[in-house]
């Protein structure tokens, strides 16, 4: 048979078998994606449990996994974990709405008024350099040790990434658009809610999960100094007491209740911003 006349190999074949490792490639690499995050934690478990069986580090001193297990297991069937859990989180909340609501108000007062910016955020950002700890003292001279000495810490901590990202916000508005919208005839409000608004909404989230994060951590300094329940009375609890193992069921905790929290904030980030146009598309 001469080359002219010989029949021409099907590629359909071809095609179908060299998508197929395309499809398992893609999936890899979904699975690597979602799997990398968790490979430290599960190193440093292993690392734990492993120093504990070889008898590296003192079970007094680092308890096994399967004894915190047991302690969590044990606090959610008696209420405890619930009880300290919720009242931390009331705080952290309470807080976090009071910081947050006023840094929003201050930063927005400075954006829209370079004046009152100059005036008031220098010294601003001389008294944020002042940690949760060095305002305790005073705190507790005018509050007491009761839950208003919680809350206005708490809302301490909130307030200064929130009022600084408000701030940004302003400073990275797109002036061009900004400029078209005064000459269209906008209010000043319609400006804020329609153009830098949208424009800003990541760095405004940025500042309220870094918010979020300040106010957890406070929390949980608060609750270790001055207070009869909670995760962080949990921690003081336990370590009075030498139970390191309740010790770390309540680190873990924390660390897990923080962790969701922020991924909450990840979530509705991301579904504002698909439903809602940033100013680059107005």
Do not use: C
């Not at 096994?64 to 974990?81: I, Q």
């Not at 270790?224 to 009375?233: I, K, Q, T």
């Amino acid at each position: 048979m001469s080359r002219a006349n010989a029949l021409p190999l099907p590629v359909t074949p071809t095609v179908a078998a060299s998508s197929l490792p395309a499809s398992r490639t893609a999936a890899r690499s979904r699975w690597r994606e979602a799997a990398l995050p968790w490979l430290l934690p599960l190193a440093l478990l292993g690392v734990w449990q492993l120093g504990v069986v070889q008898g590296w580090v003192s079970p007094q001193v680092l308890p096994p996994l399967a004894y915190v297990y047991d302690t969590l297991v044990e606090l959610g069937h008696s209420g405890d974990l619930w009880l300290n859990a919720s009242a931390s989180l009331q705080r952290v909340l309470v807080g976090f709405l009071l910081g947050a609501g006023l840094g929003l108000l201050l930063g927005a007062a400075m954006g829209l008024s370079p004046r009152l910016k100059g005036l008031l955020l220098p010294t601003f950002n001389a008294l944020v350099q002042i940690p949760v700890l060095g305002w305790l003292p005073f705190a507790l001279l005018l509050f007491g040790i009761g839950e208003p000495l919680k809350y206005v810490l708490i809302a301490k901590a909130a307030l200064v990434p929130v009022t600084l990202a408000t701030v940004q916000l302003f400073q990275e508005a797109p002036q061009r658009l900004v400029e078209v919208a005064r000459v269209n005839g906008f209010s000043q409000r319609q400006i804020v809610t329609n153009v830098i608004l949208p424009a800003g909404i990541p760095a405004l989230f940025t500042g309220l999960r870094l918010g979020f994060t300040k106010a957890w951590l406070s929390l949980v300094v608060v609750e270790l100094v001055a207070s009869s329940e909670g995760l962080g009375y949990l921690i003081v609890y336990g370590r009075q007491l030498f139970q390191l193992d309740l010790v770390m069921a309540a680190v873990v905790i924390v660390g897990a209740v923080g962790y969701a929290i922020d991924r909450l904030f990840d979530t509705f980030e991301r579904r504002l911003q698909r439903g809602w146009p940033t100013g680059g598309n107005r």
